[in-house]
């Protein structure tokens, strides 16, 4: 693996998601230039413009889609036996950003014109945020069948980069941590369909596969550093998993420990802030060539 390389530090001084809040694009500017009524960034499939989201809210998310929403939207948010809306084609979801227009349907529910409709569900605010990232986290990645109207622009885009750009743009940004001939042999082969082979490069990972665990040291104020896998870290409690597979957890609460993340992915959603629609389809036109 290519562990070593990859050490970013980040020295937490808020909250976890508000960190990576302030590191999305999709949640902030976005947000900003959306309420002032500006359409979006055109041209690109929306996943990509909306980083990974926190994976434990999102595994929150998916387990309180399973007891109130499943039944009715369906395992894939395709629509389930009872009768509720494919949420994947939802404009209503595609214009939605952080819960914002989901939530009033959720806690509200909505009649509609036949007479059926949704019955409101009793979520708190904070479950409302967790159900919309893991739905966003499904929308991000699915797939053209049933999935959200691509339009026409965003066919044709997908492979009109230029293979050479690509490479000249791979060798500055990301031969530190990855190579051609390496790692990423093959992954044209690997990952034969271009927009998700686009996808995956984009959020750093497959859909599904496992996200590299990101490891924590926390130097209590007394002094004292432990080292280990980050399991769980809100704004009060850090919890980790010590090598020697003990579970420890520090609170968090008036100035306590210090926390040191490392990331392996920390690198790519920095770079999701920086790169142009040109970048994106250059990288992936080079990526493609690696069968
Ligand atoms: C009893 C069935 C049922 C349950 C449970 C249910 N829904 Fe719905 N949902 C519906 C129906 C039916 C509609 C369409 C209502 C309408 O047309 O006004 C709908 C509409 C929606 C919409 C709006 C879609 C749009 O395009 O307008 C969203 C978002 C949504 N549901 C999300 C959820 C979430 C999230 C949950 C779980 C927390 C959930 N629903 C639970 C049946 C259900
Ligand atoms: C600082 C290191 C770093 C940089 C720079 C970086 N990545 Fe990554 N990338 C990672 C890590 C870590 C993963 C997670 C994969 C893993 O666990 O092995 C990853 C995953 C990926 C994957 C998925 C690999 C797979 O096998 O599914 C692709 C593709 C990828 N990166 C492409 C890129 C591209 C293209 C760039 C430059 C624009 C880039 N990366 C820059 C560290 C980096």
Redesign the pocket.
């Given at each position: 693996?290519?562990g070593a390389?990859?050490l970013?530090t980040a020295l937490m001084t808020t909250a976890w998601g508000a960190r990576l809040a302030a590191a999305e694009p999709g949640a902030g500017e976005e947000a900003g230039e959306q309420a002032a009524g500006q359409p979006r960034r055109q041209g690109l499939y929306p996943a990509l413009q909306r980083p990974p989201g926190d994976p434990e809210l999102i595994a929150r998310g998916q387990g309180i889609y399973g007891i109130n929403c499943r039944a009715c939207h369906g395992v894939d948010l395709r629509g389930g036996d009872l009768g509720g809306p494919n949420l994947l084609r939802s404009q209503l979801v595609l214009r939605d950003l952080q819960g914002e227009l989901m939530g009033p349907v959720i806690q509200n529910g909505s009649t509609s014109p036949d007479g059926s409709g949704m019955p409101a569900q009793p979520l708190s605010d904070e479950d409302v945020r967790a159900v919309a990232e893991y739905i966003h986290d499904v929308l991000s990645t699915a797939t053209r069948q049933g999935g959200p109207p691509e339009g026409d622009a965003v066919e044709l885009d997908i492979l009109v980069g230029d293979p050479a750009a690509g490479q000249a743009?791979?060798a500055a940004?990301?031969a530190?941590?990855?190579s051609p001939a390496g790692?990423?042999r093959g992954?044209a082969s690997?990952i034969a369909e271009p927009k998700e082979l686009q996808n995956?490069?984009v959020r750093?990972?497959?859909r599904g596969?496992t996200r590299?665990p990101v490891d924590v040291t926390v130097t209590t104020t007394s002094g004292d550093r432990v080292e280990g896998r980050l399991e769980r870290l809100d704004d009060f409690v850090v919890v980790l998993t010590t090598t020697d597979g003990r579970h420890r957890s520090f609170s968090r609460r008036g100035g306590g420990a210090r926390i040191e993340l490392a990331d392996?992915?920390a690198?790519?959603r920095e770079?999701l802030s920086m790169y142009s629609d040109a970048d994106i389809h250059n990288?992936t036109a080079y990526?493609v060539t690696l069968k």
């Open positions: 693996m290519i390389l990859l970013v743009y791979f940004q990301c530190s941590c990855h790692d990423l992954i690997r995956t490069w750093g990972g497959a596969g590299p392996p992915l690198r790519h770079l990288v990526l």
